[in-house]
């Protein structure tokens, strides 16, 4: 019966350790955008590791397939996970507008090397690889973000 005792006791410990590993945090994104001319914004938010590398994608505001070419780099990291980002996709959004959206984190991303990413393009405009980046820490996430092209600022707020 001991025995038995500790294997379940074991399982629950395994359950628990992996249940907090994969815990993710809701986080409401607002961004609002710089006015511009010019043609809807396709914006794409990734996970970027502490190399610099493309980890995940966690949104993209524009649904039409033809023009993720233009988000140059985040299209090539795609074009090699194909991941499904059918779930993780909206509206295009235009100079001067506002956008709400909801993006999960995992919370082990956070302190520790990790930021978010806004790639942002706009038809036969620049393009901005890095138009908004976030470092994934306490503070990244509680302050307003400017950004350096077709976006005003970011902000997040946990829910």
């Given at each position: 019966?001991?025995?038995?005792?500790?294997?379940?006791?074991?399982?629950?410990?395994?359950?628990?350790?992996?249940f907090q590993a994969s815990a993710q945090s809701k986080y409401k994104c607002m961004l609002q955008m710089a006015n511009y001319m010019g043609e809807g914004a396709y914006i794409v938010v990734s996970l970027i590791n502490p190399a610099g590398e493309?980890?995940?994608?966690?949104?993209?505001?524009?649904?039409?397939?033809?023009?993720?070419?233009?988000?140059?780099?985040?299209?090539?990291?795609?074009?090699?996970?194909?991941?499904?980002?059918?779930?993780?996709?909206?509206?295009?959004?235009?100079?001067?507008?506002?956008?709400?959206?909801?993006?999960?984190?995992?919370?082990?991303?956070?302190?520790?090397?990790?930021?978010?990413?806004?790639?942002?393009?706009?038809?036969?405009?620049?393009?901005?690889?890095?138009?908004?980046?976030?470092?994934?820490?306490?503070?990244?996430?509680?302050?307003?973000?400017?950004?350096?092209?077709?976006?005003?600022?970011?902000?997040?707020?946990?829910?």
């Amino acid at each position: 019966m001991k025995s038995l005792f500790k294997i379940v006791l074991t399982a629950a410990l395994i359950c628990l350790i992996s249940f907090q590993a994969s815990a993710q945090s809701k986080y409401k994104c607002m961004l609002q955008m710089a006015n511009y001319m010019g043609e809807g914004a396709y914006i794409v938010v990734s996970l970027i590791n502490p190399a610099g590398e493309y980890e995940k994608t966690l949104y993209v505001m524009g649904d039409d397939k033809k023009w993720y070419k233009s988000l140059k780099e985040w299209n090539k990291f795609q074009a090699k996970k194909t991941e499904d980002i059918s779930a993780k996709t909206g509206a295009s959004v235009t100079g001067g507008d506002r956008s709400i959206t909801t993006i999960e984190i995992e919370d082990s991303k956070i302190n520790k090397g990790y930021k978010l990413r806004f790639e942002s393009a706009v038809e036969d405009q620049k393009y901005h690889v890095s138009d908004v980046e976030i470092p994934l820490t306490t503070e990244g996430l509680a302050d307003k973000t400017e950004g350096k092209g077709y976006i005003r600022y970011v902000r997040l707020n946990k829910i």
